[in-house]
């Protein structure tokens, strides 16, 4: 699906971190390319910021006063008006909460100490999927199979007819699998075509959006009818008949 709108078109980028220097760097790498930044110190002063305006995209730092970022991230994705893009920001030590953060539904992360002009392209990565602009396979083409309907103009997956809330990346996860149907991806393959980088992340970051996807389409996600493990290689969509 093309979309050839700036990406700062789409909004500000709200930056929320207690450290001056971070949100200092980053604001100005952002308004470099062309981005209006807001910025929260705290995760009080994020909760009213996203508030009193949605965000295009938040770079969201766990380790906050306050409120912490993964509270955040659980108040964002228990709303489905604010189905905003997280990209995280975590310490190497903090493997454990990273995890739990892509759980609850964040879509990227970076870890710190990190580089400025990598988080930016981060950034950039995330809007393109978040506003169909990947460019991975993906077309104006709705999928149709038996109860389950995939559509990229709107957006939306419904699944025996009811809608089903996807964040951006997860959208984009299943599509793309369903532009493929029965291709066995590897972890890196997926990374590489969907969050558009394989470097520096880590695969789990895949295992865990597929696990999300299967507890929001699949009948019993424990035994998936579409998104199959392919033991020691990745993952395969199965159309069925």
Request: hydrophobic share 40%.
């Amino acid at each position: 699906m093309a979309n050839n709108q700036p990406l700062a078109h789409y909004g500000d980028v709200l930056v929320v971190d207690d450290e001056a220097s971070v949100v200092e760097v980053v604001s100005l790498y952002l308004q470099r390319e062309g981005f209006k930044v807001r910025v929260a110190r705290d995760g009080r002063e994020a909760i009213t910021a996203i508030r009193q305006q949605l965000p295009a995209l938040v770079v969201l730092d766990l380790m906050l006063p306050e409120v912490d970022g993964l509270e955040i991230m659980r108040r964002l994705r228990d709303d489905p008006t604010s189905n905003v893009p997280v990209i995280m920001l975590t310490a190497r030590q903090q493997e454990v909460d990273r995890i739990y953060g892509l759980e609850l539904g964040a879509d990227d992360y970076v870890t710190k100490p990190f580089s400025p002009a990598e988080l930016v392209s981060r950034v950039k990565a995330v809007l393109r999927r978040t506003h169909g602009a990947t460019g991975a396979g993906q077309g104006d083409r709705p999928f149709q199979f038996t109860g389950l309907t995939i559509d990229p103009i709107t957006r939306l997956v419904t699944v025996q007819g009811i809608t089903i809330e996807l964040t951006a990346t997860e959208f984009n996860l299943l599509y793309f699998m369903a532009a493929h149907p029965r291709q066995v991806f590897k972890r890196d393959q997926l990374l590489e075509n969907v969050w558009g980088f394989s470097e520096y992340v880590d695969p789990s970051t895949v295992t865990v959006h597929i696990r999300r996807l299967r507890e929001k389409i699949e009948t019993d996600p424990s035994n998936p009818i579409w998104l199959l493990t392919v033991w020691g290689v990745g993952y395969k969509f199965d159309p069925g008949q």
